[in-house]
């Protein structure tokens, strides 16, 4: 797959986004065809414009249910706020960029992007920290008017493009959220 623009860097990742997403809800091992279809229509349907990124209040909701831990690490000892974004790099100080974070992730992340942090870990993010990023990254960029920009021409953003994934390893590989989940 030949990614030329932001929008197709961004969809791409949102594409494989829930491609793993469907993976690794059923427990699947490996990528399947079906999954590969849920791909691949996913993306074509951003591109089109006849289908559409879901809602950052989807996640908002699940900020309710997700146990109250650190979403890097999955401690629940001295909890404090994360900008996913960070307000230093132009995020937003608003619920939608806010995470859990407990003092030792938070510091050591410090002005960071999550996903270039998480990088330098070799740690691939959680999905459900993953989706919340891209569409605060999707929300950013349409504001910016930069969608449609070439990769190489896109001015400084508030987060790191080159983190952002385009490439998910197996399901088995994978975590939904940092914490084991039911039900959800």
């Known amino acids: 797959m030949k990614i030329n623009t932001v929008s197709e860097k961004l969809f791409w990742s949102y594409a494989n986004l829930a491609m793993a997403h469907a993976a690794v809800t059923e427990k699947a091992e490996i990528y399947s065809k079906i999954h590969y279809v849920i791909r691949n229509r996913l993306f074509?349907?951003?591109c089109k414009s006849s289908m559409n990124i879901g809602q950052l209040t989807d996640d908002e909701r699940l900020k309710m249910v997700l146990p109250q831990s650190c979403c890097y690490c999955g401690s629940r000892e001295f909890l404090t706020i994360d900008h996913l974004i960070p307000i230093k790099r132009g995020g937003v100080d608003t619920g939608d960029n806010l995470v859990w974070a407990c003092r030792t992730c938070?510091?050591?992340k410090g002005a960071k992007d999550a996903l270039e942090w998480l990088l330098r870990k070799q740690?691939?993010?959680p999905l459900l920290l993953l989706r919340?990023?891209?569409?605060l990254a999707i929300g950013i960029s349409r504001e910016k008017g930069v969608m449609d920009m070439l990769l190489g021409e896109v001015p400084e953003l508030?987060?790191?493009?080159?983190a952002i994934p385009t490439k998910f390893p197996q399901p088995k590989e994978l975590r939904l959220w940092i914490t084991e989940l039911s039900n959800i």
């Open 106 to 108: 938070n510091s050591s």
């Open 158 to 162: 508030p987060f790191t493009l080159s």
């Open 44 to 46: 074509s349907g951003l």
């Open 132 to 135: 919340r990023y891209l569409k």
């Open 123 to 125: 740690q691939f993010p």
